[in-house]
């Protein structure tokens, strides 16, 4: 087995394991790396995981604090068939065939992942009219599984939709996975093979572009050598791009809303409910989770890079979803919404799938315009840029046997596979009979094996993707302080430095925590 690689935070701040802090770049060793990949989303975990596999010195970075913290981590979730995709495409090509290879990758790298199935529905006769061009395109696709149904067909499917529905689709292969676990499982097997992975870390230039080795320069003025780079940085790529004259094109954020209904609901949906598409947009959802909710989304929003609004969402799109999805599943309306989000994806004018090698200089990829079939292609896209990397810029393969390429059973996150269900565990280890979280009902010692997990994750929020804790009902109102104090103190790091998302975004003021001191003083006079 490879020596671990070594995993480092740039945190400026006090309270943090003096260990994994990234201050000077004698920390990586005097040779270059042969790959350094700028973007810790999907494609950049599953682009590690691929190269660990190689006799190969690999970095991969973020500006986040965690894997995954950017456009992956507010997807739909959903596993395409690739069914509706440009025809004879990089993208059709490269989803169509990952949709099958996801239901044994999701088992070696312990993702959740539910085989839900989806009905695409036509309400009126003019979209009744488009489902035989869109059952013609999918089989071009080369997805044949694939049935049209008559509305007695799709009533006896899914009986709680729609009286108004005139025909439709059966896609069975379309499903739900966990977003979450795919980029921590790629990105830990990846540190594990010998990659190093460093956080909070920004690329704001790059110099010897055009040379053999070339050197990335971090805001805090630390110099990376490298021989190749990849840009996958999604919503960076573009400026990135610039650093080194790559090919011009252009990128904005592209907003999608959601909401999130409470779990109760999932039991009268049981597969993905598509709406017939319009040549603007493809509509709004109704999407099972594999977290046991319902969502309905997403909204499609152009903004500018740098708008302050990207990320919240708005009182008038919210109830554009509502409306929108009901016409789908109308008892809808009477669910009781638990959450709502903003995911942003990276539009590019130039189309999907943006993919250029030796861009402005030798030994430099950039990969932009990757949207909501991200996370389906990640496993055949990492596939298709190591070639391109070996085939174009010149990067020797050899294979490493010594290599893994899956992840232990006891990496199945708890919510999936319960441990507290498990009375021997928890009479080994009390804090798996120790709920914290009750919505979800998440245990301590879930919360602290996440807490000493590869990636060493310390942020509120990053717990959260983890365990699920503060995602239930109350949506942290319970639990965030009982999961910060947790983190606080496993990890030895002052209740005032536990953030939401990395340094910048503490939960608790210092004149808070001296009120709470004078608090405790006054208590113990009594």
Known sequence: MKTQGKLLYNWPEDGF????????????????YDVAIIGAGIVGCALAYKLSMYKLKILLLDKNYDVGEATSKGSSAIIHTGFDTPVDSIESTLVTKASREWPELAKKLKIPFEECGALLIAINDEQKKQLKNIYDKAIKNGVTDIQ?????????????????????ILIPRESIVDPFSASIAYSEIALSNGVDIIFGTEIIGIENANENVKKLVTRSGIKINTNIIVNVAGLGSEKLAKLYNGESFDTNPRRGQFLVFDKYSRMNINHILLPVPTNETKGVLVIPTIFGNLMAGPTAEDFSHGDNSITGTTIEKLQSLLDGASKLYPELKKQPVISNFAGVRCNCSQGSYWIRCHDGHPGILTVSGIRSTGITSSPTLADYLVKELSNKCGLHLEKDITTIDSRPESSWPGWWKQPYSNG????????????????EQISRGEIIDHLDSPLKPVSLDSIKRRTRAQMGRCQGFDCQINV???????????????????????????????????????????
């Open 17 to 32: 394991d003096e260990s994994l802090k990234f201050n000077d770049s004698s920390q990586l060793g005097n040779a270059p």
């Open 148 to 168: 049209l149904l008559d509305p007695k067909q799709l009533r006896e499917i899914e009986p709680k939709i729609t009286d108004e529905a005139l025909g439709g």
């Open 424 to 439: 021997k565990i928890v009479e080994k280890d009390s804090d798996y009979g120790r709920v914290v979280c009750f919505c």
């Open 484 to 526: 910060a104090e947790i983190i606080s103190k496993h990890c030895d790091i002052p209740l005032n430095k536990i953030t939401k998302r990395g340094p910048g975004s503490e939960i608790i003021s210092n004149t808070q925590m001296m009120k709470n001191k004078d608090i405790d003083e006054i208590n113990k006079s009594f």
